[in-house]
């Protein structure tokens, strides 16, 4: 029977990096200790790792799949739905691509398996999730922001089971209560993915970025009174506020959140065997 005395500190990494666009948390996959694969869902975020010895792929809708009507909001109101529009493929062919990966063993050859953003792979869902149900071009309604919350909360619990060190980035947002008048940092996703995302992470960190008399980029470590409510670290000893600003290209993984991980004895493990199918299906 396992017993924690005999148990060291896992060796995988859960980070959830979180902050607006500009806030660097594309940039500090350089400094990730160890082989790297990436899935970009962000047009902007192959820019931060160019000439860096990363692997990866970018999952980016073709021009011919976007929306572009313009949607009534009124009962009732007319529709300009384009007569003829192509079948929005980004999440169904990432969702093929994951699991072909996966069942090859292909992730067993990295230390990160990173995805850049969640924000944008839950908006590939839903677009999927309105083409599937013959609404796509329509707006969006409530039930729809639930099924794609519980879908993309059903993907990510067996994707943080996986022998590997995860590095997701999401982006952040400001809601206001209609009632109090509150003013709330929210994760930029939706339903159920809110809530089940950060249980699932060990570290949840808020990276912003400031330009004083130079551009520099700070880690949050614990929520203060303005901004994302649930930070959280597993690693013991870290300040509220650390300095990630990258300072060498050529090494970055000597500062930035990969000196943060190292100083707290974070080191790429070797290959783990693989655990059951993922699943990630429609």
Not at 30 to 40: C, D, T
Not at 213 to 227: A, D, F, I
Request: net charge positive.
């Amino acid at each position: 029977m396992p017993n924690a005395k005999n148990d060291t500190m896992p060796s995988h990494e859960r980070i959830l990096a979180l902050g607006p666009p500009g806030a660097g948390k594309t940039f500090q996959i350089r400094s990730l200790p160890g082989r790297k694969f990436v899935y970009f869902f962000d047009p902007s975020g192959k820019r931060s790792i160019i000439g860096a010895d990363i692997d990866y792929e970018e999952f980016l809708p073709d021009v011919t799949e976007t929306d572009w009507t313009l949607k009534g909001f009124n009962k009732g109101a007319l529709s300009d739905k384009p007569k003829i529009k192509k079948e929005p493929s980004v999440y169904k062919r990432w969702e093929d691509d994951v699991n072909a990966r996966y069942d090859s063993g292909f992730f067993l050859n990295y230390d990160w398996v990173i995805i850049d953003s969640l924000t944008l792979l839950s908006r590939a869902l839903m677009n999927r999730v309105l083409y599937l149900n013959g609404r796509y071009g329509d707006v969006e309604d409530l039930s729809d922001y639930r099924v794609v919350g519980n879908k993309l909360s059903d993907i990510l619990v067996p994707l943080t089971s996986m022998p590997v060190s995860l590095y997701m980035t999401a982006h952040t947002v400001d809601r206001q209560n209609d009632l109090t008048k509150r003013i709330t940092t929210e994760i930029d996703l939706p339903g159920a993915a809110r809530a089940i995302l950060p249980k699932l992470c060990s570290n949840i960190w808020e990276l912003r970025s400031t330009t004083d008399t130079q551009q520099k980029y700070t880690l949050l470590t614990r929520s203060e009174p303005r901004g994302y409510a649930g930070l959280r670290t597993t690693i013991q000893g870290l300040e509220p506020l650390i300095d990630i600003t990258i300072k060498d290209r050529v090494r970055p993984e000597l500062s930035g959140i990969g000196a943060v991980l190292t100083k707290a004895g974070f080191k790429p493990s070797p290959a783990a065997p693989a655990p059951a199918a993922v699943a990630v299906n429609s």
